[in-house]
């Protein structure tokens, strides 16, 4: 990838303005790869410094200069400042492949994510697990782990529902042994000074002791939070695991009558007023 | 200079040619180039691929990051890495993870990696293990 670095960050206000931005506003500007390079760049212009983050205070007074939410899923908010695109219909009995390519697309993240996972040999329940752990995020954002667990529960393995539900807790929480390390993103996301809350911290007390601890945090260790742009992936290399651990109803996602096909629904036609 | 004071020189001589340097993994060809120390870690696969997710360290700590130059021989077994993480050692014999995974380290022939590890300020590491290889670090962490 070829940016010019003077004019790209001059353009977005300079360099101390950049780095007072966050994660929307300059996904609003750049794709993933550009964003993360121009993270690089800010470091680099500091003086070889390290790079500041913000704190949860300044988080919290950009809230009131966005015309959304920040915990508002992806189909309901406009890429990078432009208005939203009419969205392709969805079969009459929809798959999670439907899904991928038509509300989920382009799902990198995840794909790069259970490509990782592939690659070092985890189990196939992991696997799934690292496929779809953010794909809910296309419906909303906070507490993803518990909302991603409860989209996908009725069709696939326990261990993968309770590595979903839960990454999002271990996500906060490093473990050298196991590989994870808390992710500098996090820093300009949630505040260099962020506490996770409570019910997180509880919930992390609760895991550290339970017997599928590990199912979760191999999720975390292949969350690829920054991630190449230039990777080549897609679903089909998945399409047999899924076929082996999904349970894809035959009236399609959405119509099963599954506690989760009202979130189907919703994925499927988000621009539903009522 | 007897036969055996002989071989025992040789012994000597040999080990030190290899300080940095091991082939302790069947057609793996590994060898230290340098250790740095920074604020800042990258936290890439082996080979280099799409994780590109770095690390900050916090007061008092810092990354003790270790470049390995790897060349895959005809007789290396992918199998052999594939999800494996080196670990070290600092002079105390305190183990150090680090988060950089293997992944995919046959698909390419001769490449350079790096391992940072979390350390106290100051840390000198002694080791570093790739599954049965160790290679000795004191004569690159200086």
Not at chain 2, 111 to 133: D, I, M, Y
């Amino acid at each position: 990838m070829e940016i010019d670095r003077r004019a790209f960050i001059a353009s977005l206000g300079g360099p101390a303005v950049v780095a007072m931005m966050d994660h929307e506003a300059k996904a609003e500007a750049l794709e993933h790869y550009m964003e993360e390079k121009l993270d690089e760049m800010v470091a680099q212009n500091q003086s070889g410094q390290p790079e500041k983050f913000p704190t949860v205070a300044e988080l919290e007074a950009q809230i009131e200069t966005r015309p959304y939410r920040r915990g508002a899923g992806t189909l309901f908010t406009g890429q990078r400042g432009q208005n939203v695109k009419i969205l392709q219909p969805m079969p009459p009995k929809p798959t999670l492949k439907d899904y991928f390519e038509l509300r989920f697309a382009p799902a990198n993240h995840v794909l790069q994510s259970a490509t990782r996972a592939m690659k070092t040999g985890m189990s196939e329940e992991i696997i799934l697990a690292c496929l779809l752990h953010d794909c809910v995020l296309s419906l909303i954002k906070p507490d993803h782990g518990w909302w991603g667990a409860q989209l996908f529960e009725p069709y696939i393995p326990e261990k993968s529902a309770f590595a979903i539900r839960y990454h999002q807790t271990l996500r906060f929480y490093p473990d050298e042994e196991a590989g994870y390390e808390y992710p500098d993103q996090y820093y300009r996301i949630f505040g260099h000074d962020y506490t996770p809350p409570q019910y997180i911290q509880d919930t992390y007390k609760m895991l550290k002791n339970h017997k599928w601890y590990m199912e979760p945090r191999l999720v975390t260790v292949n969350d690829l939070y920054a991630f190449d742009p230039n990777a080549k992936v897609s679903i089909e290399p998945f399409l047999d695991i899924v076929g082996r651990h999904f349970k894809q109803p035959k009236e399609g996602l959405g119509y099963d009558n599954s506690p989760s096909a009202h979130m189907w629904r919703t994925l499927a036609r988000p621009d539903n007023p009522l | 200079m007897t036969k055996t004071r002989t071989a025992f020189l040789m012994a000597i001589a040999a080990a030190a040619a290899i300080a940095a340097q091991s082939n302790g993994i069947p057609g793996l060809e590994m060898k230290v180039t340098k250790i740095e120390r920074a604020a800042n870690a990258s936290l890439k696969d082996c080979p280099p691929g799409t994780n590109t997710v770095n690390a900050v360290a916090k007061p008092g700590e810092q990354f003790a990051i270790v470049t390995v130059a790897f060349k895959v021989g005809s007789t290396y077994s992918p199998a052999t890495l594939k999800g494996k993480r080196p670990t070290a050692l600092d002079t105390a014999d305190k183990k150090y993870f680090t988060p950089s995974y293997f992944v995919d380290p046959g698909s390419v022939g001769e490449f350079s990696c790096t391992f940072p590890f979390r350390v106290a300020e100051g840390t000198k590491l002694k080791t570093l293990n790739v599954e049965s290889a160790a290679i000795d670090l004191t004569g690159v962490d200086k």
